[in-house]
């Protein structure tokens, strides 16, 4: 059974660079696309990016002057980076694989970053 | 105000059938593939249909989708207090090169 676990700080302050790793285990990044979304407080889902196990990324235009998604085989694990963060960046990110032509089968379980000096 | 457009609140009563429908444009919907999402209070969404109807396994067939046009439908029969729950919709747009969800809709089973 794949699993995912998010992982970075709890608390980022405003203009620094939020940083998340999620880790994979029970399977390979190998042959995949994994991407991340983001839930703010009370809110909907906002898809992030993504990327494929061997590069090749897509980030949403409205986050993409800030934001890099990274995949590294030697660990199993991929990366989240999103510059110049505001209070507006506050929410649950979610790390996902996804599967198909459009679905994310597996999540992680959340981490709630906090954007606040 | 989300791309894809999804009823605030559905209810039904338990054994009955539910659809919850996803309206969006030919730059999403209308070309590419549909998945659907339900989320409990403080959990991660739960995939259950993903490429307009297929089932992950272990997704049980009362869960059904499917697409026409510019709209998906997603039908949960034999509801279930257990399905109780905001669903979500997801496909890809093409204009805006953007994954996209819906708003989100709170099931009450009533």
């Known amino acids: 059974q794949v699993q995912l676990q998010e992982s970075g700080p709890g608390l980022v302050k405003p203009s620094e660079t939020l940083s998340l790793t999620c880790s994979v285990s029970g399977g390979s990044v190998t042959n995949y696309y994994w991407g991340w979304i983001r839930q703010s407080p009370g809110k909907g889902l906002e898809w992030i990016g993504n990327s494929y196990y061997s590069g090749g990324t897509k980030y949403n235009p409205s986050l993409k002057s800030r934001v890099t998604v990274s995949v590294d085989t030697s660990k199993n694990q991929f990366s989240l980076k999103l510059n110049s963060v505001t209070a507006a960046d506050t929410a649950v990110y979610y790390c996902v694989r996804h599967v198909g032509r459009w679905g994310f089968d597996y999540w992680g379980r959340g981490t709630l970053v906090t954007v606040s000096s | 105000q989300s791309v894809l457009t999804q009823p605030p609140s559905v209810s039904a009563a338990p054994g009955q059938k539910v659809t919850i429908s996803c309206s969006g444009s030919s730059s999403n919907i209308g070309k590419n593939y549909v998945s659907w999402y339900h989320q409990l209070p403080g959990t991660a969404p739960k995939l259950l249909i993903y490429d307009n109807d297929k089932r992950p396994s272990g997704i049980p067939d009362r869960f059904s989708g499917s697409k026409s046009g510019t709209s998906a439908t997603l039908g949960i029969a034999g509801l279930q207090t257990g399905d109780e729950a905001d669903y979500y919709c997801?496909?890809?747009?093409?204009?805006?090169?953007?994954?996209?969800f819906g708003g989100g809709t709170k099931l009450t089973v009533l």
């Open positions: 997801a496909t890809w747009d093409s204009s805006l090169t953007a994954g996209v």
